[in-house]
């Protein structure tokens, strides 16, 4: 007999902590977004940076220690690579576009 109730591998509740690792050597960038992203999901989320915004970081490195809905974990890992990589694109953009532009006045 078929049945209307969702199928969850988790209940909605079930918490846990998570760890940012950097994946490689490089400058940290984009930790506010981030936690903006996953407290959104979740406003109960426990967010501790360890790291700030533009050190060096080198392969391994924890950045954020977080806890939080497995939810949200799993729906914010992905929602905030979205906004890095587009980030990353608009700047991209930015650095192949001539600049200073000069308007001239009629």
Same mark, same amino acid.
Do not use: H
């Given at each position: 007999m078929a049945t209307s109730q969702?199928?969850?591998?988790?209940? #909605? %509740? @079930?918490?846990? /902590? $998570? /760890?940012?690792? $950097?994946? #490689? *050597?490089?400058v940290v960038a984009g930790l506010p977004v981030a936690e903006m992203v996953f407290k959104s999901l979740d406003p109960?989320?426990?967010?501790?940076?360890?790291? @700030? %915004?533009?050190?060096?970081? /080198?392969?391994? *490195?924890?950045?954020? %220690?977080?806890?939080? @809905?497995?939810? #949200?974990?799993? +729906?914010? %890992?992905? +929602? $905030?690579?979205?906004?890095y990589s587009a980030c990353r694109e608009l700047q991209r953009c930015r650095l192949n576009m001539p600049m200073p532009l000069n308007i001239l006045k009629p």
């Amino acid at each position: 007999m078929a049945t209307s109730q969702p199928i969850t591998l988790f209940p #909605a %509740e @079930t918490r846990r /902590k $998570a /760890k940012m690792v $950097a994946k #490689a *050597d490089g400058v940290v960038a984009g930790l506010p977004v981030a936690e903006m992203v996953f407290k959104s999901l979740d406003p109960k989320m426990v967010w501790n940076v360890l790291t @700030t %915004e533009g050190s060096k970081v /080198k392969k391994g *490195d924890v950045l954020v %220690e977080f806890e939080g @809905t497995y939810r #949200a974990l799993l +729906t914010g %890992e992905r +929602t $905030a690579l979205n906004f890095y990589s587009a980030c990353r694109e608009l700047q991209r953009c930015r650095l192949n576009m001539p600049m200073p532009l000069n308007i001239l006045k009629p």
